[in-house]
């Protein structure tokens, strides 16, 4: 039986590619979470890097530890440098569940929140609505195929023995947040303030005729009201991902430098 002799640099290079590869899915959508269990993730984060690995290889130019301190610090790099792109790109598609965090608020859900066992925490209606519809979006638009070729480019962009900018990494993760709450205020502005002049409308509804008690009416109305336009957000909601994605692919590539 013939012996495979694979290079030590070509296995160095593989498990810093799946390094940098598994810690931007285990912070990236729609590959975060409790619901890809990590059993799947981990086989998922190896198979996407075996692809990579040439090309990542090719572009560090011979750059690959071979002894141990070097190995080690190397793969912390590179999980440093895979946290920061999986978070670039969770700040801004973060935006939606932010929205639908906003019209809870707004629309009087915010009380309604619940045990979620799949992210172990509280969770409201609206906001765990906009969550998956973040990942479904992300998975039917093919949304994640861009940002999986986005997180290809950093390896020529920024090669394996490379480091990160802190400087360009702050005023990147600045933007993002920035974009982020500019898509959250877009996406559930006019919800909040069609709420906002139902409170006015029911204020003076309370002034005018106290009996009628607008206090208990603001809840069923509020709800419906909320109900009801969600439904016509839903169909905006596509695009709206699809802008997302290019700035969150933009967003790595500045990371990067490329």
């Known amino acids: 039986m013939a012996e495979v002799n694979i290079p030590q640099s070509e296995l160095i290079g593989f498990l810093l590619v799946m390094v940098r590869v598994g810690s931007f899915m285990f912070i990236a959508p729609p590959f975060n979470g409790r619901t890809i269990p990590a059993l799947i993730r981990v086989p998922l984060a190896a198979a996407l890097s075996l692809p990579l690995t040439a090309n990542a290889i090719n572009a560090a ?8 301190p070097a190995i080690v610090g190397a793969i912390v790099l590179q999980v440093v440098i895979g946290v920061a792109l999986g978070g670039a790109v969770f ?6 569940q932010a929205a639908g965090s906003l019209i809870d608020l707004a629309g009087g859900f915010q009380l309604s929140q619940a045990y979620d066992p799949m992210l172990n925490q509280q969770n409201s209606v ?7 519809l973040t990942a479904v979006l992300l ?33 990147v993760m600045t933007g993002d947040l920035t974009s982020m709450f500019l898509a959250t ?15 006015i409308s029911l204020g003076l509804m309370n002034k005018v005729a106290p009996a009628l008690n607008a206090f208990s009416l603001g809840f069923p ?9 969600v439904g016509f957000t839903l ?18 590539r500045h990371l990067t430098g490329g």
């Open 139 to 171: 998975l039917v638009s093919g949304s994640y195929a861009l940002i999986l070729r986005g997180m290809a480019h950093t390896f020529e962009a920024l090669p394996l023995g490379a480091g990160l900018d802190l400087g360009n990494t702050a005023r």
């Open 235 to 252: 169909p905006l909601l596509s695009p709206v991902m699809t802008g997302l994605t290019e700035q969150a692919v933009f967003a790595m």
């Open 61 to 68: 130019d011979g750059n690959i530890p071979s002894d141990t």
């Open 185 to 199: 205020l877009q996406i559930a502005g006019p919800l909040v303030g069609v709420m906002l002049i139902a409170d």
């Open 91 to 96: 700040a801004i598609l973060s935006a939606i």
């Open 126 to 132: 609206m906001g765990r609505l906009f969550q998956m």
């Open 221 to 229: 109305l509020k709800i419906g009201l909320t109900l009801l336009l």
